[in-house]
């Protein structure tokens, strides 16, 4: 007589567990944003799953406000939405599906029965041999920063009135206000320069030292730096210093390029000896302001967990399975999420905290996110007088998924005929 695969209590257990457990996907803290069913930003790769098996108000009310110091780490700020523990019942490890005899085969018997030609009674008969959990588990962490730096842009200066501190106190860089310019959180990246009020200033070309000219680089090019020579002749390019041009015949004629000289002037400057400074633009002086570049970026850190069972799983599975969110938290700075009945999900919520990617010093994190979701795969093994074949449990919906392997199929290869006709 065949033994139930899992315990009497067990059996009276799994259908509170597992409505506990369809009910995390709704589950958020304070201030996030619900989660879907689908899993939005976290797509993962079967390469991801082999690798990790085998290893097994919407922005802060003080966001825009100035800040009067660098964005150094304040150890009294208190994060900006407090974040609550989780609620609920006993729900036990979310990795375990958990499926009682019974269920699988209605499960398996139900696929079974969509197909014209497979017979019922492996599905209703043979042994359930073993259950493994195939999950796979992605964690990620987002944390939008904000990051500001100062760069001094140089012009010529031609005239008028500028606007420097004689106008008023020049802003501090974490004073600006961008309301104007700030983006959709968790943006993946944008960039955008401002100028900072009264920062204009005058001062001497630094090329020329304030004359407005530089030596000239081709007549020039050998004198000592600050030295020149006004009515440097080059040789002729024409006759080549000779004055004249040779014909066949032997005569020669007066070079029309320097007159019979034999010598032109410096084709750059004139033989003046200096060129005009394009820094300035023959101006001596420039204006000068300062710029601020402000760069909103995420950073992003990913985790993934999967149990040893899921580096066996054909790729098509995790293809068709859908992702489940069970935790979507958005804070200031978010701490490890809080499963009441899980110690797995707390820890592996840690290590993707404690994974935060670094912020540069001359950044300050605006809010982060944390979410945490799970690809529920199950595998099922029947037995019977020393043949087995498995099939897999696909995510909460318990979509079935077998392909290879049937030990009842009566179909004379006809099947194939019928899948085609059903397109």
Not at 67 to 90: H, K, M, T
Not at 114 to 131: D, E, L
Not at 172 to 181: K, N, T
């Amino acid at each position: 007589m065949e033994e139930p695969l899992l315990s009497e209590q067990g059996d009276k257990s799994s259908q509170k567990e597992n409505d506990t457990l369809s009910a995390y996907q709704y589950v958020g803290r304070a201030g996030s944003v619900l989660p879907t069913a689908s899993l939005a930003g976290t797509e993962i790769s079967v390469d991801e799953i082999r690798s990790a098996a085998a290893h097994s108000e919407r922005y802060p009310p003080s966001l825009h406000s100035a800040l009067l110091s660098s964005p150094d780490e304040d150890p009294n700020e208190q994060a900006v939405v407090p974040q609550s523990g989780y609620g609920g019942g006993n729900t036990g490890e979310f990795q375990r599906q958990v499926l009682d005899e019974v269920e699988i085969r209605e499960l398996l018997i139900d696929y079974v029965g969509h197909r014209c030609c497979w017979g019922s009674r492996p599905a209703r008969t043979w042994k359930i041999q073993k259950v493994e959990d195939c999950n796979v588990y992605i964690g990620t962490l987002e944390t939008f920063a904000e990051e500001r730096e100062v760069v001094k842009v140089r012009e010529p200066y031609v005239d008028g009135k500028i606007d420097g501190q004689d106008s008023g106190p020049q802003i501090g860089l974490w004073e600006l206000d961008l309301r104007s310019q700030f983006p959709v959180l968790f943006i993946p990246y944008k960039e955008a320069a401002v100028k900072i009020p009264h920062s204009e200033a005058i001062e001497k070309c630094s090329g020329c030292v304030g004359r407005g000219e530089i030596v000239c680089p081709q007549c020039n090019a050998d004198q000592e730096h600050g030295f020149y020579k006004e009515n440097q002749l080059t040789p002729c390019p024409t006759c080549y210093g000779r004055g004249l041009i040779a014909h066949k015949d032997g005569s020669d004629t007066i070079c029309g390029k320097c007159n019979g000289k034999g010598k032109t002037y410096c084709s750059t400057c004139g033989s003046h000896g200096l060129v005009k400074c394009e820094t300035c633009k023959g101006r001596g002086s420039l204006k000068t302001h300062n710029v601020a570049i402000v760069k909103w970026k995420t950073l992003k850190t990913r985790k993934v967990s999967a149990t040893t069972g899921a580096a066996s799983v054909p790729d098509e599975v995790f293809h068709r399975a859908r992702g489940v969110q069970l935790c979507n938290t958005q804070a200031y700075q978010c701490t490890p999420a809080y499963f009441a009945d899980s110690f797995f999900l707390n820890q592996f919520s840690s290590e993707v905290i404690a994974e935060r990617a670094p912020i540069p010093p001359t950044a300050r994190v605006i809010c982060e996110r944390h979410t945490i979701s799970v690809v529920p795969v199950t595998r099922v093994t029947m037995a019977h007088r020393g043949r087995s074949f498995s099939f897999y449990i696909i995510g909460l919906s318990r979509e079935v998924y077998l392909k290879d392997y049937y030990p009842s199929k009566f179909c004379w290869g006809l099947c194939p005929c019928l899948e085609w006709l059903k397109r």
